[in-house]
């Protein structure tokens, strides 16, 4: 049996969630005492005639480092001051290195990514309470922009970035049982504790979690070693791989932006078998009388099974999870999010995949009562029904 719908709700004694809704991405804020942060971000230069329009450093004056919670005290003071949101930039393209990458470095990628705008920021696979994610490390006020509309509106959940809050996404929360409003362990090499602020989506393709750069150095993000562009009237497929072959080994080039062809199949099937459970109200085989709420689609189908990407993506998470025993996490273009679970082998662990890919083999971990591939769509983080959306999509899954 597939776990129940996930709440949401705070865990932390106390704590209070806001829900901050906007352009159809919801985001969940915890509520808490103030107090001071400033957080910095390193401005940007790139020598060209026309120099790409890196976001300068922004927000607060200080630019002083707030310490992770561990030794953080709450006090009194007002809440830190965000830079406004004045306009949204579309990010087209996101570059990340092993390693710090150089005004040299951020100038050729320009040139030959022709980008009119881009922010520089920290990154790092770290591991996230029991399980491990990237993470990047930003000043609240310059990346806003640069996230979903409803994301980048959000004032609660860039106030609580700045206060040295961490921000994880929405799936990546409930795959790893992150409490909202409590706390939980952030790292590279040596985990600290840090409290979950919020509840939100970037956007970014693997990207579990935002926190601001002073903590998150503090935390061994490694420093200035991602870059978001935006190149507008260009295909970002054909500047990811112009920017991949000319820059080799040593960078992880990812178009955020993939545009549909001509004949390209969008969606297909992720499993094939019959349903053994549908979306949406269902008894409770342990309670007679009572139902509950199935938020995904269970396809029944034999152990070793092949498991499907429904549609060309990019692997937001693989791994354990609370009640899926294992989970596969991919994010689509236009907001959209599909989650597979209780499988017995994951095949992908982190990069793109396209549509009909094996991606993991049938299974019956977790909580579950046989084998089976329990199958969620989200859009803008709100759950819709499976079937429908594959319908919508010329898909026919075997009933």
């Not at 930039?89 to 030959?112: K, M, N, W």
């Not at 591991?127 to 490390?137: D, S």
């Not at 926190?211 to 009237?233: E, F, N």
Request: charged letters at 15%; proline letters at 11%; hydrophobic letters at 45%.
């Amino acid at each position: 049996m597939p776990r129940p719908l996930h709440r949401l709700a705070p865990a932390a004694v106390g704590t209070v969630a806001l829900v901050v809704a906007a352009g159809g991405v919801t985001t969940l804020i915890a509520s808490r005492a103030p107090s001071t942060h400033h957080n910095r971000v390193a401005a940007l230069t790139a020598p060209s005639a026309q120099p790409l329009d890196l976001i300068p450093s922004g927000g607060d004056p200080a630019a002083i480092a707030s310490p992770p919670l561990a030794t953080r005290t709450a006090d009194a003071a007002p809440a830190p001051k965000v830079a406004p949101l004045t306009s949204r930039i579309i990010p087209d393209v996101l570059v990340t290195a092993a390693h710090s990458l150089t005004a040299a470095d951020v100038g050729r990628i320009q040139e030959l990514a022709h980008a009119t705008k881009g922010l520089q920021f920290d990154q790092a696979h770290v591991h996230l309470g029991n399980g491990t994610t990237e993470a990047i490390a930003v000043d609240p006020g310059t990346f806003r922009p640069f996230t979903p509309k409803g994301t980048a509106e959000s004032d609660p959940l860039w106030t609580s970035i700045a206060r040295g809050d961490v921000a994880v996404a929405h799936q990546i929360a409930k795959a790893l049982a992150v409490p909202l409003g409590g706390t939980t362990t952030l790292g590279v090499t040596a985990p600290g504790p840090v409290r979950v602020g919020a509840y939100a989506t970037t956007g970014l393709p693997g990207v579990g979690v935002v926190i601001a750069r002073g903590p998150g150095r503090l935390l061994g993000l490694t420093p200035d070693s991602g870059l978001l562009l935006s190149t507008p009237g260009q295909d970002p497929v054909i500047t990811a791989a112009v920017l991949t072959k000319a820059l080799g080994t040593g960078f992880t080039i990812t178009p955020l932006r993939i545009p549909v062809r001509a004949g390209h199949v969008e969606w297909v099937a992720p499993a094939f078998g019959p349903i053994s459970s549908p979306f949406g109200a269902r008894p409770r085989p342990d309670q007679p009388g009572q139902v509950d709420f199935h938020p995904g689609l269970d396809i029944a189908a034999p152990r070793g099974a092949p498991i499907y990407a429904a549609s060309d993506g990019y692997v937001q998470y693989a791994g354990p999870a609370s009640g899926f025993g294992n989970e596969v996490i991919l994010q689509h273009a236009n907001g959209v999010i599909t989650v597979y679970g209780h499988m017995a082998r994951i095949l992908v662990t982190s990069g793109p995949v396209t549509a009909g890919q094996p991606i993991a083999l049938v299974g019956s971990e977790g909580e579950s009562t046989g084998p089976h591939l329990h199958f969620e769509v989200h859009v803008h983080d709100q759950l819709v029904d499976p079937l429908a959306w594959l319908s919508a999509h010329g898909v026919r899954v075997s009933r």
